[in-house]
């Protein structure tokens, strides 16, 4: 099923990963007093976290759908799918999480959204294709 639209984390978050991990190889390069185990070592580290990082750099965190949504922290975190049709209610929590209530094998779960992974631009339109693509009970705040 094709995606309606999606959303990425903010860029200081997708950019840190991988600039760390230069910062590293770097810091291994530039020490001549280090040990060539101890080098090789970090510029290894730095390796998987500049590709880690590129890997998060291009993933998408939430991504809407026609009949349903879905949540991904990490790429290699647990895919979190909500149907509208499913969702009871949702109330704002704390800071930007969002908090919603709905029944999965008659039973009623809650599932907190992080929200706060977004810029705040994408955040309000993230809340405006939720409102908009579900029908979702008034906002408990």
């Keep these: 099923m094709e995606a309606i639209s ?8 997708r ?3 991988p600039v760390g991990g230069v910062i590293l190889i770097a810091y291994a390069l530039l020490m001549p007093a280090m040990s060539i185990e101890m080098k090789f070592f970090l510029i290894a580290i730095g390796a998987v976290a500049i590709f880690l990082g590129v890997l998060h750099h291009f993933h998408k965190t939430f991504v809407i759908h026609e009949n349903f949504f879905e949540m991904k922290k990490t790429p290699m975190s647990p895919t ?7 969702i009871e209610k949702w109330e704002d ?7 919603l209530s709905y029944r999965r094998k008659n039973e009623v779960k809650k599932h907190t959204l992080h929200t706060g992974m977004l810029s705040k631009g994408d ?13 979702l009970p008034a906002q408990d705040t």
């Design 6 to 13: 999606s959303y990425r984390t903010k860029p200081v978050e």
């Design 15 to 17: 950019y840190v990963q």
């Design 80 to 86: 979190h799918r909500f149907h509208y049709s499913h």
């Design 93 to 99: 929590a704390e800071g930007s999480k969002l908090c």
């Design 123 to 135: 955040r309000e339109r993230l809340l405006n294709d939720l409102k908009s693509l579900a029908s």
